[in-house]
């Protein structure tokens, strides 16, 4: 059913779950957690009235009376936060100066629940560390809430175009504003020069009051560090208060664990999308209660066939108790017009509405790991964005910004919070990285984009054997495949082949090089058939998975931009990553702001174009153009595989097309989508083998409930 995870995390004693706020103005303060569904007699709220802000270029205000007086929650003085339904009430109430952060909640009385949380997390008022620049986007804010939000920046200008080119950034709107195709500049920009980047936003104006009212709250003392990660196999890290790594996931109850407890910091690390991230048995849910958008697409939940694990191992992102969250998953941060389905549904907003005051999310797909959830651990206070420090480390595998910040530096990495030294960063952290920065900006080697790169001879109707050879070793050496490999011993015979038949009396005799080389080309054309059956029949063939073996073992070289899009239409980048060691083959990555990685292939690979409608509903069929371009005449075998969970079919299985050097080989495919698809959004991969070399696309697409 369409339903959002209640929140069961126990209240403290003594604790109200509403500050009362005045008469009439906020709901009854005995509201118990429930999920965030209003009680069937809640007062009606007046819709909120907007005044025009101060515009134009300025200096920031100094700090808000609101946030400089208050009392301290927590330790039985009182409630630190107060719910304000009416507009009117709320701007007497920034204007006054004096009692708890106010909060314009208006007719959101979901809000409540992570209001009821936050007194658990924060023990009294805080003058946050503001950014250099910032600038609103969308309309104009209530003049109160504006009120809060100017002294979060020094100085504040008119539009993301005229920021500086020096100094860290606030970005601050309504989610829907904060459109990517709109600031996407700006968080490359802010990437390429190492500059603290934040966000302040929610999915609606009540959210963005929750989240710039939490800047000013101070967490309380001694609270634990936590990591919770479904994919980090290694020894906890000492940094940690609390690590649960990929065993203790699958055998601890993560639900109790996550929501038990009050965090200063805690990371949720594992796989997932904008919607949720997985944890063993249990998943980081974001459905919220708030309404649904028309005509949007959502996970399976919103169209009441329920969620992909059972309803009591859901844990609501808005339930964690912690004034810094993040979600290292791909896509648990994506923007507006960059997400996949309905905002009622994204991880990163129903976390906004629930106490954490900064919020680290991903923009697009990321391949953060342990070394990403270590630079986290040990975010240097001086970078001012804990981010930041992620995406420089991610930086050799991940050349784009993944990781955003919502909220300015968390209250927890305050400089006057107690850290051990084994938590604090120092400077060297920061020379480190500018050092790393420093050498991936050194120029490559010349990169193929897109698997297109030429090298002598690639117009030969032989593949060229240092290539061949490179493919072979990243094959066999590198540990991608396993020893029962149903194709390891012909691939190693033919390794030893090539071997043989480089010795310069026999590659430089033209008596005897045509022949040999024949032979190897032959042999080279029968496996790259092989492979491909074994792609098309098997959608977990180990060597499918070379774009994570081989990336994760690679350094990436410089992005650059490709004169082709998307086929959602948006810019396209792509990277030569060169392998540390000489049995890691050389790949290439391209990326989309959307739709993440969208092609991978050996350094020299077939080019793939596709073609293919963004949706389809159950029972009907999507019809699939795929357009190869060949670094040589011959052979390319094509196909298309499935995930798992998509209950589909490909037709036909595989194609084999002949291909002239240069331009592009056309062939045509379908999917059949079998009448009980689960409605939601999946990916299918066309993929293409020549010479040994794979290259793998990735394509969304919704699956829309039966027509």
Known sequence: MNTAPALTAPARPGTSAATPAGPGSGP????????????????????????AAPGGTSDAVSTPAAAQTGPAAGTGQGPLFAAYTSLDDYTRAVARGRGPLPVFTGPRTDLLDGIALAEDVYSGLRTPEPRDTG??????????????????????VNSPDDLPGTGSVLLVGEYAHLRADAVQHVLD????????????????????????????????????????????????????????????????????????????????HGNGKDDQLNLGRFTLCGASPAAPAPGMPGPRCAYGLG?????????????????????????????AGHAMYDPKYLILLDALDGPAQTVIATLTACDGQRPENLAWLTAAEAAGSAALAMNHRLHDINPYPAFVQTGLQSSALDPARPHSPA????AADTRTATADRAREATPDAPADTAGTGTEPGTAAPHPPLHRLGARLSGLLDSGLLGPDYPLRPRLRALADTVLRDAVRTVARSAPDAGPALAAIAAETKSLDLALAHRFAKHHDDPALAFPTYFGERSTAGTPRALDTPCACGRPLRSYRRQGRVPAIADTVQTVCARCGDVANAHTGAVELHVKAPAEAAAGSTLHVVVEAVAPRDGTLNLGIVL???????????????????GRRAHAEFTLDLAPQATP?????????????????SRVHFTVLPRR
């Not at 804010?141 to 020094?154: E, K, M, Q, T, Y």
Request: include cysteine; charge should be positive.
């Open 680 to 696: 939601q959004a999946y990916y299918f991969c066309p993929f293409a083998v020549q010479d040994l070399g794979m290259s793998v």
């Open 307 to 335: 969620c992909t694990k059972p309803q009591d191992k859901l844990i609501p992102a808005r339930g964690i108790r912690t004034a810094e969250l993040v979600l290292a998953n791909c896509f648990s941060g994506a923007l």
């Open 643 to 661: 995930p798992l969970y998509l209950d589909a079919r490909v037709g036909p299985v595989l194609r084999r097309v002949d291909a002239v050097a």
């Open 135 to 156: 600038v609103m986007t969308g309309g104009p804010l209530p003049a109160a809430l504006n009120a809060l939000i100017r002294p979060l920046a020094r100085h504040w």
């Open 423 to 426: 938590s604090t960063g120092t």
């Open 28 to 51: 009854a303060n005995t509201r118990t957690l429930t999920g965030g569904r209003a009680p069937a007699d809640a007062p009606a709220a007046p819709g909120p009235a907007r005044s």
């Open 189 to 268: 920009a802010a990437h390429a020069t190492g500059r603290p980047l934040s966000l302040l936003t929610g999915r609606d104006l009540h959210s963005l009051s929750w989240t710039a009212a939490k800047q000013y709250a101070r967490v309380v003392p001694h609270a634990p560090v936590g990591v919770l990660s479904e994919l980090d196999t290694a020894a906890p890290a000492p940094q940690a208060d609390v690590w649960l790594g990929a065993d203790d996931v699958h055998r601890l109850d993560v639900q109790q664990i996550a929501l038990g407890r009050v965090w200063r910091r805690v990371l949720f």
